[in-house]
């Protein structure tokens, strides 16, 4: 009985270290992006919305598994749709400020070209 329970500590702190360096790895890239929390925020939607529908069907693990996976693809596409927005957006703005920065300097030019016609 010595020998499975050692087995079994080995086992279990195997585990902890696995989830301690997954989780360090996770942090360790920087901000989520939109279809990276979209997944997220769905997978983990969908694994308590599919545990709640096996459950009823008494298959709450199965119902978890097959509602994460579910969710995750969806919150992935959502979240992608997001991030394409937000790039769109940007690109929109990064023109109306080209825009703008070239009437300013248009009217600086003529503000400059009036000035010197005052003078003379």
Do not use: H
């Amino acid at each position: 009985m010595t020998g499975n329970s050692n087995q079994l500590r080995s086992s279990r702190w195997t585990i902890a270290l696995g989830f301690a360096a997954l989780t360090a790895i996770g942090c360790a890239g920087g901000p989520l992006t939109a279809r990276e929390k979209g997944a997220g925020i769905g997978a983990v939607g969908g694994a308590a919305a599919g545990g709640l529908i096996g459950a009823a069907a008494g298959r709450p693990g199965l119902g978890a598994a097959i509602g994460g996976g579910v969710g995750l693809g969806a919150g992935a596409l959502i979240g992608d749709y997001m991030q394409g927005q937000d790039e769109a957006q940007y690109q929109y703005n990064q023109q109306q400020i080209q825009q703008n920065q070239r009437v300013i300097e248009r009217n600086r030019n003529e503000v400059q070209t009036q000035r010197q016609r005052q003078e003379y």
